[in-house]
């Protein structure tokens, strides 16, 4: 295997096992950094995937949209209002 | 050495790079401090409340709720991986805007980038693949978010006070 096929490798059992500890995780609070763990192999893996110059785009875009997502899931359970706005 | 084994020496020693790149990053701009918006300080004490400590348990929140130091280590390694320093840099400009649309005044993210796409690169130069740190910043990442919130928010919390707090 060539590195990025190890890298690969690696991420794709990351993404495995923190999808089986998003499930296993009864809070929904704390499944959110499983998920976090989750959206960084799948970044990484998107960029492995796809060596061209929009995967950077299509990997950041991808993290930024799970981030706003975890963000806003996290908000809502805590009272819903962003302290900032 | 057999190749795949030199590869998996390889992420092991990227891994350990990246983790104190972004951990000294977000120890630096303060992320343990206070949740940047409400949900981060809720998975803090959600943290807290199953034997975890707050601070390392705010700095987790605030890593799941805006791309910090570690989510620009991954995209400037992704960069630098496709297009050399200035994909890392692009990285950089993108971890910045992600930021700014996740209402996040900081800027752990885009500083984390930039060191890494200089590290990343300069760790080309004796033989290792950008690739490699992509797998090393996922598994940096699992230590801290994804194998024992318990261990990892005290782990965080320790070093916070030896930051100084």
């Known amino acids: 295997m060539n590195p990025q096929d190890t890298a690969l490798a690696a991420c ?74 | 050495m057999d190749i795949s084994l030199l590869a998996f020496v390889h992420i092991l020693v990227a891994a350990a790079v990246c983790w104190l790149n972004f951990v000294v990053i977000d120890l630096l701009f303060r992320l343990p401090a206070s949740g940047g918006v409400v949900g981060a300080s809720a998975i803090g004490r959600h943290i807290e409340a199953k034997g975890g400590a707050l601070p390392g348990g705010i700095m987790m929140g605030n890593i799941v709720s805006s791309p910090d130091a570690s989510a620009g280590t991954l995209l ?25 649309i996740c209402h996040d005044p900081g800027y752990a993210g885009t500083t984390g980038a930039v060191s890494a796409t200089f590290i990343v690169s300069g760790f080309t130069l004796i033989g290792f693949s950008p690739a490699e740190f992509i797998a090393g910043m ?25 930051r100084g707090g």
Do not use: M
């Not at chain 2, 692009?90 to 805007?97: E, G, K, N, Q, T």
């Open chain 2, 138 to 162: 996922v598994i940096a990442i699992l230590t801290i978010q994804g194998i024992s919130h318990r261990h990892s928010s005290r782990l965080l919390a320790y070093l916070w006070r030896v």
């Open chain 2, 76 to 100: 400037a390694a992704c960069g630098v991986f496709i297009a050399g320093v200035p994909g890392g840099l692009l990285a950089a400009l993108l971890v910045f805007i992600g930021n700014r």
């Open chain 1, 12 to 85: 794709a059992v990351v993404a495995v096992y923190a999808a089986i500890r998003v499930a296993l995780e009864p809070d929904t609070l704390r499944k959110l950094p499983f998920l976090n763990v989750l959206s960084f192999a799948v970044a990484g893996s998107i960029a492995l995937l796809l060596p061209h110059p929009l995967s950077i785009v299509a990997a950041a875009a991808y993290f930024v949209g799970t981030t706003l997502e975890s963000n806003a899931i996290a908000s809502t359970y805590a009272g819903g209002l962003d302290r900032r706005e």
